[in-house]
């Protein structure tokens, strides 16, 4: 790892709910979208997203589950 290496973390937390009126793709954007208002950066500034949830459909939302680069925009992040 070089010496000048950075992370900056940002949460980005949703409303909690047995049900909700969407999907869980939107519900991971809008927590993507919070966490970056949370770090102060815009998603440009974006290396790698790392994203997990509780519920039903597994317990942690990996890269290749999720194409990422056709929700914001195709640009790969990460």
Do not use: H, Y
Request: some cysteine; charged content about 20%.
């Amino acid at each position: 790892m070089k010496k000048n290496n950075v992370a900056i973390a940002g949460i980005g937390i949703t409303k909690q709910a047995k049900s909700l009126d969407t999907n869980t793709i939107q519900i991971c954007v809008e927590a993507v979208q919070r966490a970056l208002e949370d770090a102060g950066m815009n998603l440009a500034e974006v290396d790698g997203i790392a994203a997990r949830w509780p519920g039903p459909g597994g317990t942690k939302l990996d890269p290749g589950v999720v194409d990422w680069t056709g929700i914001f925009g195709n640009r790969s992040v990460g």
